[in-house]
């Protein structure tokens, strides 16, 4: 048989392999999730993610060293709000000593080089477990961008160095952009969450956090899980408006929108890999169905490939620990 090319050439070994693949996965590509708590000495396991913990400060910052220690650049974090502090107004959001701000401090001071990452959302604070603040039933736009400004000059002022709106309300960019300028916190960035969309693989991280809504659904804010143009819409109108990265979410069932927005936006693209997706490979990889480690590999991977520049990833310190070997 004569063939003019033969592409199993270059698979034949481990390193031809290795030199032509087109997508490096690295342990800087990854963004922790934190779930951080009250308390000293405090270590939660969550039921629904096998393996990842809600800490108090004193083990988060622990944990940080450890991460930075294996390569990792950057963390996100959330906090659980106690029940008392929950309003309809979110103004624990803000608050200068509030469990979030005095996080960021801890952490940047344990490691200064750390790029500390906060997600902006009212859920955790919001009595009714929504992303914004809620009048007749509905969630009210304008008002809860006032409040999102609020809770990113905090952050900002505590040393954060991107803040990450999650709520997916409109003009927030704008305005934290406006804010922070005002402020004169110019060095702040901000990763927007521009296609979030409205799924169900967000669960676990609802029993993390205790911050699943009380009433209704996020489908008034958050995206359709049917569209795709809406997601380009979103990510340009997010760049115009000052974000300095913009992330599609979840991450593996919208591998298409992480390419879509990778080819409309000239900034950097992150993914989200959430908590349901964390859950399943566990789930699977537990009843001995999968190989975990082989899965957490293959799945960071193919977000890379989509066109993912970074990935937010409960699989990171793992992930990390493979590929330092
Ligand atoms: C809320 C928020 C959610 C996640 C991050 N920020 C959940 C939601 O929108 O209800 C989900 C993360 C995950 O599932 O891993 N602002």
């Known amino acids: 048989m004569y063939l003019q090319r033969r592409n199993r050439i270059l698979r034949k070994t481990a390193a031809i392999r290795a030199m032509v693949a087109e997508t490096l996965l690295t342990p800087q590509d990854f963004i922790v999730p934190l779930f951080i708590d009250e308390g000293k000495g405090q270590q939660h396991e969550i039921s629904s993610m096998p393996g990842y913990f809600r800490r108090s400060i004193d083990g988060t910052v622990k944990e940080v060293k450890e991460l930075w220690g294996l390569g990792i650049r950057s963390v996100l974090l959330f906090i659980k709000c106690r029940d008392e502090l929950k309003d309809n107004t979110g103004k624990e959001a803000w608050n200068p000593n509030g469990l979030m701000q005095t996080s960021i401090r801890a952490i940047k001071d344990a490691v200064p080089e750390i790029v500390v990452m906060t997600d902006v959302a009212l859920d955790p604070y919001s009595s009714y477990g929504h992303d914004g603040i809620v009048e007749n039933g509905e969630i009210v736009n304008d008002p809860t961008v006032a409040a999102l400004v609020r809770m ?36 702040t960035g901000i990763m ?33 899980y049917a569209n795709r143009l809406e997601a380009v819409k979103e990510a340009q ?3 115009e408006e ?26 950097p693209v992150s993914a989200y890999n959430i ?7 566990k789930a699977a990889a537990r009843m001995g169905w999968i190989n975990e480690e082989k899965a957490i590999l293959e799945t960071l991977t193919s977000i890379k490939r989509a066109g993912a520049d970074l990935i937010a990833t409960y699989f990171a310190k793992d992930a990390a ?3 330092n070997i």
């Not at 000052?242 to 900034?267: C, H, Q, S, W």
């Open 242 to 267: 000052g974000a300095d990265i913009v992330m599609v979410k979840p991450a593996l069932p919208y591998l298409d929108i992480i390419r879509e927005v990778k080819n409309a936006v000239e900034v």
């Open 237 to 239: 109108m997010d760049v």
């Open 192 to 224: 927007a969450y521009s296609a979030k969309y409205a799924s169900c693989f967000y669960g676990p991280f609802r029993d993390a956090l205790d911050s699943a809504p009380g009433f209704g659904d996020k489908k008034t804010y958050q995206m359709d």
């Open 321 to 323: 620990k493979l590929l």
């Open 152 to 187: 990113s000059l905090s952050h900002a002022d505590a040393g954060a160095d991107f803040v990450a709106p999650s709520d997916m309300m409109d003009g927030r960019i704008g305005a934290i952009r406006q804010g922070l300028e005002e402020n004169g916190f110019t060095q």
């Open 275 to 281: 908590s349901g997706e964390y859950a399943m490979i």
